[in-house]
């Protein structure tokens, strides 16, 4: 992820005319949550890159109560977690989220991806 990703963002982001170095995040900074070798990678705004242990990721505003949400669920569940499930416990979250955070918003749109 270090060796390859990262640099390949940052050589985008330069070829693009982007200064990525110096955006206040207020101002339109970014965080990405990036699928790679099979595992799920959450980028900030610095390129640092965070891979935890719960595999629970949940950016933006209200990402907070999402990944609440989301790991309370995968708790309740530990043996019938798959896809289907993830997709409706994800969409859940973001609902949930826009009844504590005021600037998240509908509609939900949820894409999953598996691990192959």
Partial sequence: MGKKVIPSIIKAFTEGGYDWANVDKKDGGFDYLIAFNGNLFHIACDMSFIKNDSDLYAIGSGGQFAAGYLY??????????????????????????????????????????DRI
Avoid: H, M, Y
Avoid at 73 to 80: L, S
């Fill in 72 to 113: 309370a669920c995968k708790q309740a569940t530990p043996d019938t977690w798959g896809s289907e499930l993830a997709e409706d416990f994800a969409e859940q979250a973001i609902l949930c989220a826009t009844r504590f955070d005021v600037n998240t918003g509908l509609p939900v749109q949820v894409i999953t991806q």
